[in-house]
């Protein structure tokens, strides 16, 4: 696959099993990062574009009986269609892209949670992306019990993938951990057992670092409380 060669963002993507604390610490970092001065489109998988959203609501469907290929190449159209309609043109207009779930679910959920082969994945995951990977990763890593009593708490509506049994997400948290092991360079694992506060603030110090690395003369990030939390 071709790189990009005009883009000038960043891309920052947010990881981990169900419950993990994705989209709170998503939604903090952006908000660090527009008071700071940053253009920050923050987004979403599955979802982020209407066919997205639609095929969100398919992959989610508890009494929808789906082959492991068939949700797989689900979520691989609602990744084309993001990669393509948001990701990318935001990227190209310079902005700082936070993306709460990529392409590294589909590996832990599909391959290391489903069994499904990890080279196969990885191409058409490439292909979906059209080679776009993330810059920097962040990988909140909880027990997969904890997480799960989190999203328990949060709601009691059915999640074809969230209900599935617990030995299913443990695979998932080993293999978003495997990956993170493979791909040291660009996965930064956050231990996200710890309250919201401290996981915040262990994700900003990592940010803070990384954009002072890549962006040089950047605003930076601005200290949570100057953001709405
Ligand atoms: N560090 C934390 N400690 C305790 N509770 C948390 C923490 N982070 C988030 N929560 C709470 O846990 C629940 C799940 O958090 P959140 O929705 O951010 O997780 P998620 O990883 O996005 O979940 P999902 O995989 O279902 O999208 C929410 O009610 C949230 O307020
Ligand atoms: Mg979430």
Redesign the pocket.
Known sequence: MPADPIKRGAFITVE?G????????ARALAACLVDAGHQVRLTFEPGGTELGNHLRSLVLNPDLDLSDWEETWLFLAARASHVSKVIRPALQDGEIVIS?RYADSTLAYQGFGRGLDLDRLRRVNDEATQGLMPDLTLL?DVPAKVGLQ??R??TSSRDRI?DAALAFHEQVNAGFRELANLSAGRVIVID?A???TL?RAAALKTLREWLDRQLGDSPGVAEPGSADQ
């Open positions: 981990g169900d419950g993990a604390g994705k989209t709170t610490l709460d909140l989190r999203t708490a949060r969230g996200a710890r309250d919201a996981v």
